[in-house]
């Protein structure tokens, strides 16, 4: 169980960490030009990676499992 909720935190945390730096790609990035990406399309795909993470973290939690272990 204590294995569990650890890897239910790890994933609370780095979904928020990876939602908060795509909301500041998406904001604040509009007019910065880098070849072959745009930053702000960078900011929404890791606002979603983010969210998914969030997700597993509070399936995880709710559930009491640490996926597969």
Do not use: H, S
Not at 23 to 29: I, K, Y
Not at 30 to 53: A, D, H, I, N
């Amino acid at each position: 169980m204590d294995r569990a909720a650890g890897r239910a935190t790890r994933n609370l945390v780095e979904g928020a960490g990876t939602f908060v730096i795509g909301l500041v790609l998406w904001l604040f990035t509009e007019g910065v030009e880098v070849p072959v990406v745009t930053l702000t399309k960078v900011g929404l795909v890791m606002m979603c990676v983010g969210g998914v993470l969030i997700a597993t973290g509070l399936y995880q939690r709710a559930r009491g499992t640490a996926g597969g272990g």
